[in-house]
């Protein structure tokens, strides 16, 4: 009954390649969001979707794009990975833009 | 700019202890949350704070909304062992669409 879930958990890549990490929520909820977490255990928001709807854009390279198939997915893509890239990636989903977010248990990418 | 504060950074306490850390914001936030995190997992919601002066509890966690509506407290009473993690406050800025995090406090606990 696991509520918010990504894969993969890890993820360990060459720089210049191009991976995705999926997302998937059972909640029924209508928004979800990627957030990146850094070295310093720093939370940042990448995007938001509503009903499919990009709502949030934060200043994210393009070479991440995030797509959503249907509201109960929501999945990144990351061109050109650069070392920089490295951290984890933590999917959330909530029932609308401003009631309470429920996190995923993130994928920790490490690009070499 | 907005800028949103969380202390202490850190905590080393006994168990047993009580522990308090806060969030201050520059703006006015309508809404405060906190989080735990444990190593390897995703934050989990604690308490969820929607009016100004609101106090609300979760077993031995108590949370504040300032009067302000610019801070906010998190209080753990009787610490143990499994207390141990990063909390984190969150919050939106009155006219702000996105959930916006402190930088955690870790928590440590000696038994």
């Known amino acids: 009954d696991t509520a918010v879930s990504q894969t993969p958990k890890y993820l360990v890549t060459q720089m210049g390649n191009d991976k995705s990490i999926k997302c998937e929520q059972n909640?029924?909820?209508?928004?979800m969001y990627w957030y990146k977490q850094d070295s310093k255990k720093f939370l940042k928001i990448m995007f938001s979707?509503?009903?499919?709807?990009?709502?949030i854009n934060e200043t994210v390279p393009n070479r991440f794009s995030p797509k959503s198939p249907d509201k109960a997915h929501l999945n990144l893509h990351i061109n050109s990975l650069e070392l920089g890239d490295s951290a984890v990636y933590f999917c959330?989903?909530?029932?609308?833009?401003?009631?309470?977010?429920?996190f995923g248990p993130g994928t920790r990418l490490t690009v070499l | 700019g907005q800028q949103l504060n969380q202390s202490p950074q850190s905590m080393f306490i006994q168990e047993g202890e009580d522990v308090s850390m806060n969030c201050t914001s520059s703006?006015?936030?309508?809404?405060w949350l906190w989080y735990k995190q444990e190593p390897g997992e995703g934050p989990v919601l604690l308490i969820a704070?929607?009016?100004?002066?609101e106090l609300t509890s979760n077993g031995r966690l108590t949370a504040q909304f300032g009067i302000t509506r610019k801070d906010s407290f998190l209080n753990i009473s009787a610490s143990i062992p499994s207390d141990v993690g990063i909390y984190f406050c969150?919050?939106?800025?009155?006219?702000?669409?996105?959930?916006?995090f402190g930088a955690g406090t870790i928590l440590r606990v000696k038994s």
């Open positions: 959330a989903s909530s029932r609308g833009l401003n009631n309470e977010q429920f």
């Open positions: 909640l029924g909820h209508d928004t």
């Open positions: 979707y509503n009903n499919k709807e990009l709502i």
């Open positions: 703006s006015i936030f309508n809404t």
């Open positions: 704070l929607y009016k100004a002066g």
């Open positions: 969150a919050g939106r800025w009155e006219y702000g669409n996105k959930l916006v």
